[in-house]
């Protein structure tokens, strides 16, 4: 059974950087498939923000693009996100998930992790 | 990008009765690429349906997907207990990727 698990700050300054991490077990990065990033404010909807390939090919959301970056680290299995210049507006649950190529649909997500952007 | 429009917001409905909820895209969004998610309070979203219509593993049979082009429907046969939930479709025919604002499925 593949598993993810987030990890990261649950408070963070505004202007200031997100960091948090997926770790994933039982399944090899390396081996295949999408490694997708996506939040949900509270009481709202699910937005996508970016994914990177297990080759280390990285897609974006516009909408996000010039504050997100996504990176892997294939020797601890696990990959990364980074946003920037934060805002209240980030508030939010980020859930990182696997994505299947050929649907381009989630089979596997991890539990979520609250980030709050707060002075 | 792709706007996905799920209707109703809300369905209340009563313990085995049939729910149909609808997810219309602004433009035609390939079979292949849409799916379906259910989110229970607290939890991850969990996949029900892939390429519209094919149930993930374990899902029951009660859940059904169809449609194409730019209009896709859920249906849940007879409702469960544990089927009420919010409910997303999402779509990843042409980037990026987006998903329906969601319906509520409630307890009536």
């Known amino acids: 059974q593949v598993q993810l698990q987030e990890s990261g700050p649950g408070l963070v300054k505004p202007s200031e950087t997100l960091s948090l991490t997926c770790a994933v077990s039982?399944?090899?990065?390396?081996?295949?498939?999408?490694w997708d990033w996506i939040r949900q404010p509270p009481g709202k909807g699910l937005e996508w923000i970016g994914s990177i390939y297990h080759s280390g090919s990285t897609f974006y959301n516009p909408s996000l693009k010039s504050q997100v970056t996504i990176s892997v680290d294939t020797s601890k299995n696990q990959f990364s996100l980074k946003l920037s210049s934060l805002t209240a507006e980030d508030t939010a649950m980020y859930y990182c998930?696997?994505?299947?190529?050929?649907?381009?649909?989630?089979?596997?997500w991890g539990q979520g992790t609250l980030v709050t952007v707060s002075s | 990008e792709i706007v996905l429009t799920q209707s109703p917001g809300t369905l209340s409905l009563s313990p085995g009765e049939r729910a149909t909820l609808s997810c219309r895209a602004s433009?035609?969004?390939?079979?292949?690429?849409l799916a379906w998610y259910q989110q229970k309070p607290g939890q991850a979203p969990r996949l029900l349906i892939y390429?519209?219509?094919s149930r993930a593993t374990g899902i029951p049979d009660r859940f059904s997907g169809s449609g194409s082009g730019t209009d896709f429907t859920l249906t849940i046969s007879r409702l469960e207990p544990e089927d009420f939930a919010v409910y997303y479709c999402?779509?990843?025919?042409?980037?990026?990727?987006?998903f329906g604002g969601g319906t509520k499925v409630e307890i009536k």
């Open positions: 998930a696997r994505r299947v190529r050929s649907g381009h649909y989630f089979d596997y």
């Open positions: 039982s399944y090899s990065i390396s081996s295949g498939y999408y």
């Open positions: 433009q035609s969004v390939s079979s292949t690429y």
């Open positions: 390429g519209a219509s």
């Open positions: 999402q779509q990843y025919s042409s980037s990026p990727l987006t």
